[in-house]
């Protein structure tokens, strides 16, 4: 190897180094942004009513803007 290569990657490593290496983002930090639905199982039955919709998350809150609301509104919430 050149020594203008070993030259180039050392100092590429010193770079990196130096700046505490590449950003680890945490699952939260990646799931940040708008999102579409693309499944949707409802008790076990796949329902494809709410596939597109989008969803947020920013910060610590999530905004689901569904495609259409269910009758009985505890229906679109439930967990469990």
Known sequence: MSRARILALLVVAVVLSANGGPIALSDAERLQGTWTIVSVHRDGEIDPAQVG????????????????????????????
């Not at 803007?65 to 505890?74: D, I, N």
């Open 53 to 80: 919709a989008p969803m947020t998350f920013a910060g610590n809150a999530v905004l689901v803007e569904p495609l259409s609301v269910p009758s009985k509104p505890e229906e679109f919430l439930s967990v469990g």
